[in-house]
């Protein structure tokens, strides 16, 4: 694996002072390049800064979304924040369609906030997208109705649906499938681990990204899901998302991330003793993470839904295509 280069992003304990007061949190770059300070938030909190993309010239980017399918004020709020970022297409950490993964409710969850990027799109808001640009994964309230039909049914998605693998730009997406009730496992050991494992092994793309719904490293109500410990990193997989626990969580496993982002609309949680791979925590609002690939890295940013920078972090590694 090519390495990697220093993280960049709110200390885990900034954020936590930053959730307990109610606010953003600071930075603790020591790039005065990107803040212009070299000064730790840990020492001295620095106030939370407005929405700030980097101008550079990209060659894709793109929003991740979770745990937001309930056609809340709150949901609506970070759609519009998604949407006035542009982007090339959008992918989602499950729970799409709240609270039963109905067909009678998914298109005023999903459609009347995100019918701009649906390719194929058959509902009622709007025209839809003339190439797919929403790429969601399946969560536990997709499931309940007691199968994944409507979700099946409203998407067009590739392979089988639940799972999946598609190329956009520079980035190969692997949509994971990390429900109970998945027919192929969502073990380590199962058929849907082996498809990824080899699906990753042939990808010539610039980054592999991987997202599911249960995160294998959590701090928050829910916990860490054991069984998705998935080896990604020997995989080949540059970044790891999921949702599920409704915060914002980054964690590092051995020399890659697990994000998860899970407050795009629904309640938000608080967390409980932090993990022994948490970096960092947020959970006083909701928001979205926006990824944009560079030639030469792969940078996340995750934005509270009042346009605050919360965090980032980024994989530096050469892109050619």
Known sequence: MIGRGPARGCSALAITAALIAGGGCGRTTLDPAREGSSESIVSRPLPPHPMAI???????????????????????????????????????????????????????????????????????????????????????????????????????????????????????????????????????????????????????????????HHPAYSSSMHGSNVDMRWPFETWGADIVFAGHDHVYERSRVGGIRHITVGLSGNELYTFGTPTAQSEVRYAARRGALLATVREDELSVQFFADDGREIDWYTVYRPCRQ
């Open 54 to 212: 980097d101008p550079r010239p990209a060659l894709a980017r793109f929003a991740v979304i979770g745990d937001y399918g309930i056609d809340s004020p709150q949901e609506a709020a970070v759609a519009k924040m998604v949407a006035s970022w542009n982007p090339d297409f959008v992918i989602t950490t499950g729970d799409n369609n709240y609270p039963l993964g109905e067909a009678s409710t998914i298109d005023k969850n999903i459609g009347k906030h995100y019918g701009r990027f649906i390719g194929n799109y058959r509902g009622a808001f709007g025209p839809g997208s003339a190439i797919n640009r929403f790429w969601p994964s399946p969560g536990n309230h997709d499931w309940d109705t007691g199968s994944l039909e409507p979700y099946l049914d409203y998407f067009t998605l590739p392979g089988n649906g639940r799972y999946y693998d598609v190329v956009v730009g520079p980035v190969h997406l692997f949509a994971v499938d990390s429900d109970l009730r998945e027919p192929d496992g969502a073990t380590e050991d199962s058929v849907q681990a082996r498809w990824l494992e080899a699906a990753i092994a042939t990808s010539s793309a610039c980054f592999q990204v991987v997202y599911f």
